[in-house]
């Protein structure tokens, strides 16, 4: 996935409303979106792309929220996200957990 696709699935994540309010059938298809969203970037197997989409969900959740509840502070996780680190499988967990998602092993190619 390029950059411009990139750039305009991120500017459609952070427009949308997904910090959990409004009625649950809303939530229900904002979560859907944002699970969409990050498995586009993780099927590329790009780890700096897919963890720019977690920065950009993080972000639409509300980073001091995620941070909470992923037990880290605020600027770790800035920090642990910013393109150029490469953030600890463990911190990926707990974050992926903080946004309300789990990280999924499936094979290749099902049938």
């Known amino acids: 996935m390029g950059r411009a696709n990139f750039a305009r699935r991120t500017a459609d994540a952070q427009t949308g409303r997904l910090r959990g309010r409004g009625p649950p059938a809303i939530r229900v298809y904002e979560t859907f979106r944002l699970v969409t969203f990050i498995n ?6 790009d780890a700096r792309m897919f ?3 977690i920065l950009v969900a993080c972000k639409a ?3 001091a929220e995620v ?3 992923a037990g880290i502070a605020r600027e770790s996780l800035y920090k642990a996200l910013r ?7 463990d911190t990926m967990l707990k974050v992926l957990n903080a946004i309300g998602l789990r990280l999924v092993v499936q094979p290749i190619g099902r049938a």
């Open 67 to 69: 941070a909470g509840k």
């Open 83 to 89: 393109p150029e680190s490469q953030p600890r499988f």
């Open 40 to 45: 586009e970037f993780l099927a590329d197997c």
């Open 61 to 63: 959740k509300g980073m």
């Open 51 to 53: 963890a720019e989409a």
